[in-house]
């Protein structure tokens, strides 16, 4: 669905900190609550409205619910498999026979949901947390404690998670020009608030925000105890607005070009003077690196520059802060409500703060992925399902193939790597080939604090063991138990995790139709992201390359603009359209993606009477959803996918389609043949 996702291991950050990530929506949009569906779904043509005509049972009979701006096909689906593993991992506490991961993980829910405990611990955990904070004498002790404060919390390329709280976080992937060896990778962080435009940005809803952060800084600091909070508050706040400043902005750092820096000591030296690098990475445990991927250079560049003649006072402060604000999930109750305060509501506007199992859940999903992957798999994955869909995926990449060789735009040479790229794409499906461990790793049932800690530094640990490795391309970066789905450009793999692989997305009982239209356009919609204006620039072997000619780009874009301009005519409200540029690469994924899983279904599926028509609803169906009005018009403006009844309306660049429904010159979805996009 998405090459953009948020890693589970950042859950607790979305679910705790709304601050990060969870600004767009699971999934584009939908109907919006007020529209009288009901009346509207009687009478509806497909070829008028396409999305209601298919989806008209679903919005009649379902409500958002309280707590939520949206509801969807994957929303719901994420919330019944939560409530699954839950089950399961209660009934693994309750056993005494658990034994190893397994008990790793129950131990871990049951600390994590273990309130009473964490009340009586109060303060207790922090505390020695906090001396070695207090302990900083001068800027080499304050080196050290920015050093060992990086985590490998960030991930640019596959989930695209930029945010830390910490000064930079460390991702750990293959180089983008040497796939022989795996990189370390430094992006810019430190910030309390989800962007450096909510620093910068001079609008008053923001300065708004700015006041609300500075004093959310101070009640952290005074629930633990510290004096003078108001004061150090705004030394906190004065130096993050400095760290801001040297961020680069959102769209910059999705911006592959500008990202691809190597660094050595040397350059480090040069190019960001002030901080004795040597010191930071050793305390960092990156000694003996020859060089890093500097994602964010201007960064780098600024913060050595504010540590050069660093308030040391300030720093400690700030560390504090940042150390106190990170674990409030795991802290005495009053914590986690000034948290949510701030990052749910303010930052947010969340009305209501989750409920503490779900929390625990993800807590647990992020600190141990794997060993619940591996206990919800085993219950609800049947070995079946695993090979049906690979065929399936088989399928669909042969019809893809077939779709590349009939390019007519395409040069020879282009194709030939195209076909080169599709061939070698490894495909995971269900779960990982090989599972993480967690050997090592102590997991207390009465400690949440220490827990998250260790978990921390054991994933840290595991991170920086795969730089003495090689890159494996069939490493998975979703946990099996994710409803989500995800193309990894360095490693030209694709991941569908077992989540994903139930109704309505995959039904092992439903007709084929039903599943090429559902579970198959996804398949193809993440093939189709290896070749589009992102996925284009690795090679087959995931190298950072550019390998189309560019009368091959140039056809390509013409064809792309007709995309453009066929969403942005779209209009959920009347002072505001879909941006058809903004949502491209997903538009084009969605028509690749469905073009390829009905080739691919009329190739080798049974298609009986009515097929063309099951494969169409199954497809529409999918992006059941509805939306309340801010949170549509949030999507709009910010999330990459186009709200979800557009993305049904891609049909109409099908030919099958018109046939299937008897759709009608005159009709509002009615595209002329000559008017239908076809890319690939
Ligand atoms: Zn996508």
Same mark, same amino acid.
């Given at each position: 669905?998405?090459?953009?996702?948020?890693?589970?291991?950042?859950?607790?950050?979305?679910?705790?900190?709304?601050?990060?990530?969870?600004?767009?929506?699971?999934?584009?949009?939908?109907?919006?609550?007020?529209?009288?569906?009901?009346?509207?779904?009687?009478?509806?043509?497909?070829?008028?409205?396409?999305?209601?005509?298919?989806?008209?049972?679903?919005?009649?009979?379902?409500?958002?619910?309280?707590?939520?701006?949206?509801?969807?096909?994957?929303?719901?689906?994420?919330?019944?498999?939560?409530?699954?593993?839950?089950?399961?991992?209660?009934?693994?506490?309750?056993?005494?026979?658990?034994?190893?991961?397994?008990?790793?993980?129950?131990?871990?829910?049951?600390?994590?949901?273990?309130?009473?405990?964490?009340?009586?611990?109060?303060?207790?955990?922090?505390?020695?947390?906090?001396?070695?904070?207090?302990?900083?004498?001068?800027?080499?002790?304050?080196?050290?404690?920015?050093?060992?404060?990086?985590?490998?919390?960030?991930?640019?390329?596959?989930?695209?998670?930029?945010?830390?709280?910490?000064?930079?976080?460390?991702?750990?992937?293959?180089?983008?020009?040497?796939?022989?060896?795996?990189?370390?990778?430094?992006?810019?962080?430190?910030?309390?608030?989800?962007?450096?435009?909510?620093?910068?940005?001079?609008?008053?809803?923001?300065?708004?925000?700015?006041?609300?952060?500075?004093?959310?800084?101070?009640?952290?600091?005074?629930?633990?105890?510290?004096?003078?909070?108001? %004061?150090? &508050? @705004?030394?906190?706040? #004065? +130096?993050?607005? $400095?760290?801001? !400043?040297?961020?680069?902005? *959102?769209?910059?750092?999705?911006?592959?070009?500008?990202?691809?820096?190597?660094?050595?000591?040397?350059?480090?030296?040069?190019?960001?003077?002030?901080?004795?690098?040597?010191?930071?990475?050793?305390?960092?445990?990156?000694?003996?690196?020859?060089?890093?991927?500097?994602?964010?250079?201007?960064?780098?560049?600024?913060?050595?520059?504010?540590?050069?003649?660093?308030?040391?006072?300030?720093?400690?402060?700030?560390?504090?802060?940042?150390?106190?604000?990170?674990?409030?999930?795991?802290?005495?109750?009053?914590?986690?409500?000034?948290?949510?305060?701030?990052?749910?509501?303010?930052?947010?506007?969340?009305?209501?703060?989750?409920?503490?199992?779900?929390? %625990?859940? &993800? @807590?647990?999903?992020? #600190? +141990?992925?794997? $060993?619940?992957? !591996?206990?919800?798999?085993? *219950?609800?994955?049947?070995?079946?399902?695993?090979?049906?869909?690979?065929?399936?995926?088989?399928?669909?990449?042969?019809?893809?193939?077939?779709?590349?060789?009939?390019?007519?735009?395409?040069?020879?040479?282009?194709?030939?790597?195209?076909?080169?790229?599709?061939?070698?794409?490894?495909?995971?499906?269900?779960?990982?080939?090989?599972?993480?461990?967690?050997?090592?790793?102590?997991?207390?049932?009465?400690?949440?604090?220490?827990?998250?800690?260790?978990?921390?530094?054991?994933?840290?640990?595991?991170?920086?063991?795969?730089?003495?490795?090689?890159?494996?391309?069939?490493?998975?970066?979703?946990?099996?138990?994710?409803?989500?789905?995800?193309?990894?450009?360095?490693?030209?793999?694709?991941?569908?995790?077992?989540?994903?692989?139930?109704?309505?997305?995959?039904?092992?009982?439903?007709?084929?139709?039903?599943?090429?239209?559902?579970?198959?356009?996804?398949?193809?919609?993440?093939?189709?992201?290896?070749?589009?204006?992102?996925?284009?620039?690795?090679?087959?072997?995931?190298?950072?390359?550019?390998?189309?000619?560019?009368?091959?780009?140039?056809?390509?874009?013409?064809?792309?603009?007709?995309?453009?301009?066929?969403?942005?005519?779209?209009?959920?409200?009347?002072?505001?359209?879909?941006?058809?540029?903004?949502?491209?690469?997903?538009?084009?994924?969605?028509?690749?993606?469905?073009?390829?899983?009905?080739?691919?279904?009329?190739?080798?599926?049974?298609?009986?009477?009515?097929?063309?028509?099951?494969?169409?609803?199954?497809?529409?169906?999918?992006?059941?959803?509805?939306?309340?009005?801010?949170?549509?018009?949030?999507?709009?403006?910010?999330?990459?996918?186009?709200?979800?009844?557009?993305?049904?309306?891609?049909?109409?660049?099908?030919?099958?389609?018109?046939?299937?429904?008897?759709?009608?010159?005159?009709?509002?979805?009615?595209?002329?043949?000559?008017?239908?996009?076809?890319?690939?």
């Amino acid at each position: 669905m998405t090459t953009r996702w948020t890693p589970l291991n950042t859950a607790l950050a979305i679910a705790l900190c709304g601050a990060t990530l969870a600004f767009a929506p699971a999934h584009g949009a939908g109907q919006t609550a007020a529209a009288p569906v009901a009346d509207k779904a009687a009478t509806v043509l497909p070829g008028d409205d396409f999305f209601t005509f298919a989806n008209s049972a679903w919005l009649n009979k379902t409500d958002i619910p309280a707590d939520r701006g949206s509801w969807s096909a994957m929303g719901s689906l994420a919330e019944e498999t939560n409530a699954r593993i839950v089950k399961l991992i209660e009934d693994l506490a309750q056993d005494k026979n658990t034994k190893g991961e397994a008990r790793m993980v129950a131990n871990y829910y049951s600390a994590f949901m273990n309130q009473k405990a964490i009340e009586s611990n109060g303060t207790g955990p922090l505390k020695p947390l906090l001396a070695n904070i207090d302990a900083i004498k001068d800027k080499a002790g304050l080196t050290r404690a920015l050093g060992e404060s990086v985590r490998a919390n960030v991930d640019p390329l596959n989930n695209t998670n930029f945010y830390t709280e910490n000064l930079f976080g460390l991702w750990v992937a293959q180089g983008l020009s040497d796939s022989t060896r795996n990189q370390a990778y430094l992006l810019q962080g430190g910030l309390g608030m989800p962007d450096r435009a909510y620093f910068l940005d001079a609008s008053a809803r923001m300065a708004e925000l700015r006041t609300a952060y500075q004093a959310h800084i101070a009640a952290m600091l005074k629930l633990a105890g510290f004096s003078e909070p108001e %004061a150090r &508050a @705004a030394r906190v706040f #004065a +130096l993050e607005m $400095a760290i801001a !400043k040297t961020h680069a902005p *959102r769209d910059e750092s999705n911006d592959i070009q500008k990202s691809n820096n190597t660094w050595t000591l040397a350059d480090f030296a040069a190019k960001a003077p002030g901080v004795d690098w040597k010191a930071f990475f050793a305390a960092a445990k990156l000694q003996g690196q020859a060089s890093f991927g500097v994602w964010h250079p201007g960064a780098m560049t600024g913060a050595a520059a504010l540590l050069a003649d660093a308030d040391v006072r300030a720093w400690k402060d700030y560390l504090a802060f940042h150390l106190i604000n990170h674990h409030a999930a795991t802290l005495p109750k009053a914590f986690a409500d000034q948290h949510f305060a701030f990052n749910g509501k303010t930052l947010s506007g969340a009305p209501q703060q989750s409920l503490r199992w779900k929390l %625990a859940l &993800a @807590a647990t999903n992020g #600190a +141990l992925d794997d $060993a619940v992957g !591996k206990i919800y798999v085993a *219950r609800y994955f049947p070995a079946a399902n695993k090979v049906q869909l690979q065929k399936m995926v088989a399928n669909i990449v042969a019809a893809f193939d077939r779709r590349i060789d009939k390019l007519d735009w395409m040069a020879p040479a282009t194709r030939a790597q195209a076909k080169e790229k599709l061939r070698t794409l490894y495909v995971g499906v269900g779960y990982p080939d090989h599972w993480k461990t967690y050997t090592g790793l102590t997991v207390s049932p009465v400690d949440a604090f220490g827990n998250a800690v260790r978990a921390e530094e054991f994933h840290y640990a595991n991170e920086i063991a795969l730089l003495h490795s090689k890159p494996n391309r069939t490493d998975w970066t979703m946990p099996p138990q994710l409803v989500n789905a995800v193309n990894l450009p360095l490693q030209n793999a694709l991941n569908f995790p077992a989540a994903i692989l139930q109704p309505p997305f995959f039904d092992p009982n439903a007709s084929d139709a039903a599943n090429y239209g559902a579970i198959g356009a996804i398949i193809g919609h993440e093939i189709s992201h290896s070749f589009d204006d992102q996925g284009a620039q690795f090679d087959a072997e995931g190298h950072l390359r550019d390998w189309w000619t560019k009368s091959d780009l140039a056809h390509f874009q013409a064809a792309s603009s007709k995309l453009v301009a066929q969403y942005s005519a779209y209009q959920p409200f009347a002072d505001l359209a879909v941006n058809g540029q903004l949502t491209l690469s997903e538009n084009l994924a969605d028509l690749a993606g469905l073009a390829a899983s009905y080739d691919a279904f009329k190739a080798t599926a049974t298609a009986g009477e009515g097929a063309d028509r099951d494969f169409f609803l199954g497809f529409a169906q999918a992006w059941r959803s509805k939306f309340r009005e801010p949170s549509l018009r949030r999507g709009v403006l910010t999330d990459g996918h186009a709200p979800a009844m557009y993305r049904a309306a891609t049909v109409r660049n099908l030919d099958a389609w018109y046939t299937a429904f008897d759709v009608q010159p005159g009709q509002a979805l009615y595209l002329a043949p000559e008017q239908r996009v076809r890319v690939w």
